[in-house]
């Protein structure tokens, strides 16, 4: 079975760090490019962070210096580490393919709860 299972989420002050992990079944991570999205509170799903199949790292310039996206290709998973968290990068967040025609449904995701 295809899927795609989030985690890691949590409250954390501003400035605080959590690492979003997202664990694959039925298809190889390494084989497609992968990517994390942020679903903020009332607004739409958009990529954060993007890796390529060779291994090559793409972020949104809002995350730039703040957030690494990771590949363990032998536990077949994705990971965010999210440094210096902001109040803006509250929300759900999901991994799934990068390429809209190859995308997979999308999980539960995780919430990440940024406040003071």
């Known amino acids: 079975q295809v899927q795609l299972v989030e985690s890691g989420g949590g409250l954390v002050q501003p400035g605080g760090s959590l690492r979003l992990s997202c664990a694959a079944s039925?298809?190889?991570?390494?084989?497609?490019?992968m990517a994390w999205y942020h679903q903020a509170p009332g607004k739409e799903r958009e990529w954060v962070a993007i890796?390529?199949?060779?291994?090559?790292?793409h972020y949104v310039e809002s995350v730039k210096g703040r957030f690494t996206i990771s590949r363990d290709n032998a536990k077949n998973t994705l990971a965010l580490q999210m440094n210096n968290l902001k109040l803006e990068d509250t929300g759900a967040y999901y991994c799934?393919?990068?390429?809209?025609?190859?995308?997979?449904?999308w999980g539960q995701g995780t919430q990440v709860t940024v406040s003071s």
């Open positions: 799934n393919r990068h390429s809209p025609q190859l995308r997979l449904s």
């Open positions: 039925g298809f190889t991570v390494s084989n497609y490019w």
């Open positions: 890796m390529s199949t060779g291994g090559s790292a």
